[in-house]
């Protein structure tokens, strides 16, 4: 049994890979003992595949879909069967190594730690971000050279951490470098996603990798400025406070009326409560809405003044500036009446008043003597 196997493993003619296998394997080497490969075998490369023959440690060519021959004049004769009389050609000893060319995808990524920034609204904050991503293999030669080495099966944990760690920062490096404001950043995702693939192609493409595909998929602040955004939100959306206080007293009575066990005892403590705070807000509103107050306006107007006059040896009044020019205009006040008002010591006449005798303007001149 172990001689068949043996000649078995001697006399193969196919190479493939075809076996089923994990979904996030990129590159398999093909089983051999020893990897003596016949002369004359046949190499079968499938689409999404590239095949890269090792010799000797070094590698010697790369495969694409299809079907090859592989001889001496690929790879250099080894003699381990030459002596045989068996009619077969001696075979070459070399690994080959299928690399997977199709699209890793739903790959994830974020951020373990908060990445700090300046804003110019909010100043310092911290922001969180995650994403998705795709990542192919572009050049099989680097690829083999950079990670796979001799690693019979390689699969995508194994750079996952590492691909991680670059994106992260190239992100970093990205929010930093755009100046875009914070809550702007949710309508610049594509440009981000595009800004970052571009950033991370060459540091991919030297392991021989691409990345076709790179989501940025959600930026978000600390759950305290999320809440504080959202009540600043919420009182944006209130906008009329009267109207509002409205809406919710007319709800209080809908869910009271829905729910007669209490008796309307619920209704009217809350529909009283509701009313009374909406008049108290309504009443600050108000106030702070009086020239002179919160809005920092004039003060109220003055008063009128406020006269009394002594007519006939009776107190009159009070009267209006404009009233008692009236009287003064009907001949009830004379220069000679005594008036008063508030800040007076005494009653005065009423042409010692300055404010009161100008009402009564300037008379015509003394009539010239008789000749």
């Keep these: 049994m172990g001689l068949m196997n043996f000649l078995r493993g001697e006399l ?3 190479i493939e890979w075809n076996q089923e296998s994990a979904s996030d394997v990129m590159a398999w080497r093909f089983p051999r003992k020893d990897n003596e490969i016949k002369n004359g075998a046949k190499l079968v490369v499938r689409e999404g595949q590239k095949a890269v023959l090792v010799d000797r440690g ?3 060519d790369v495969f694409n879909p299809g079907m090859h021959t592989l001889d001496t004049k690929n790879i250099p004769l080894l003699s381990k069967l030459m002596g045989w009389k068996h009619g077969f050609e001696s075979p070459f000893k070399c690994e080959v190594y299928f690399v997977s060319t199709r699209r890793f995808t739903d790959l994830k990524w974020g951020t373990s730690n908060p990445i700090m920034m300046r804003d110019r609204e909010f100043g310092m904050v911290r922001l969180r971000a995650y994403g998705s991503y795709a990542v192919q293999v572009g050049d099989a030669t680097n690829f083999l050279r950079e ?5 019979p099966q390689f699969e995508t944990f194994e750079i996952a951490a590492q691909m991680r760690n670059m994106i992260v920062t190239r992100f970093t490096d990205a929010v930093a470098s755009s100046g875009i404001p ?4 949710a309508g610049n995702l594509d440009e981000l996603s595009d800004f970052c693939r571009k950033k991370l192609g060459g540091e991919f493409g030297e392991m021989g990798l691409t990345t076709p595909i790179f989501l940025v998929e959600n930026i978000s602040l600390p759950p305290n400025v999320e809440e504080a955004l959202d009540k600043r939100t919420s009182m944006g959306l209130v906008g009329n406070l ?6 919710q007293a007319a709800t209080a009575l809908e869910k009271a009326a829905s729910n007669p066990a209490d008796g309307g005892a619920g209704m009217g403590a809350g529909l009283g409560v509701g009313m009374g705070m909406a008049q108290q807000m309504m009443g600050s509103m108000n106030q702070a809405s009086q020239p002179g107050m919160a809005s920092g306006g ?4 003055p008063t ?4 009394f006059a002594g007519i ?3 107190q009159a009044g009070p009267y209006a500036p404009e009233h008692l020019g009236a009287e003064i205009a009907a001949g009830r006040v004379t220069p000679d009446t005594v008036v008063w008002r508030q800040g007076m010591a005494n009653w005065t006449k009423a042409s010692e008043v300055p404010e009161v005798a100008a009402m009564f303007g300037a008379g015509p001149p003394p009539l010239p003597p008789t000749p």
């Design 298 to 301: 004039p003060p109220p107007l």
């Design 304 to 307: 009128a003044v406020q006269w």
């Design 182 to 185: 914070c809550l702007d950043m």
């Design 12 to 14: 193969i003619d196919i």
């Design 147 to 151: 990670l796979i080495s001799t690693d």
């Design 58 to 60: 070094l590698i010697a």
């Design 242 to 247: 009267d109207q509002y206080m409205k809406f």
């Design 312 to 314: 006939g040896g009776q």
